[in-house]
């Protein structure tokens, strides 16, 4: 069964940085797409960034080109989402996501199983 369970998540001051992770059970992780949305309070589950099953390709939501970095460690079954020069709009439950297909994909709809999420609250 694939289990994803995320970390890092906290209250940060605008311009501060986050380490989100997610730990994934199991031994699919090395052969999955994974990606990073999120969710604000009355708005839709938004996708953040993408990663490939290698970890050679990558991709961004507009509004965190530059500031997010997204990476995997295969060895360790681990997603991370690494954040900076946060913003008060990027307060939202991030989630960790993963695909069956080895490509990346920026469909929430297309992924095939979810963590819980983890809240990210930017103060200004």
């Known amino acids: 069964q694939v289990q994803l369970v995320e970390s890092g998540g906290g209250l940060v001051q605008a311009g501060g940085s986050l380490r989100l992770s997610c730990a994934a059970s199991?031994?699919?992780?090395?052969?999955?797409?994974m990606g990073w949305f999120r969710q604000a309070p009355g708005k839709e589950r938004e996708f953040v960034a993408g990663?490939?099953?290698?970890?050679?390709?990558?991709l961004y939501g507009d509004s965190v080109k530059g500031r997010f970095t997204i990476s995997r460690d295969n060895a360790k079954s681990t997603l991370y989402l690494q954040m900076n020069s946060l913003k008060p709009e990027d307060t939202a439950v991030y989630y960790c996501?993963?695909?069956?297909?080895?490509?990346?994909?920026?469909?929430?709809?297309?992924?095939?199983?979810w963590g819980q999420g983890t809240q990210v609250t930017v103060s200004s």
């Open positions: 199991g031994r699919f992780f090395p052969s999955y797409a």
């Open positions: 990663i490939s099953w290698s970890g050679g390709n990558t």
């Open positions: 996501a993963a695909d069956r297909g080895s490509w990346i994909t920026n469909k929430a709809y297309e992924y095939d199983y």
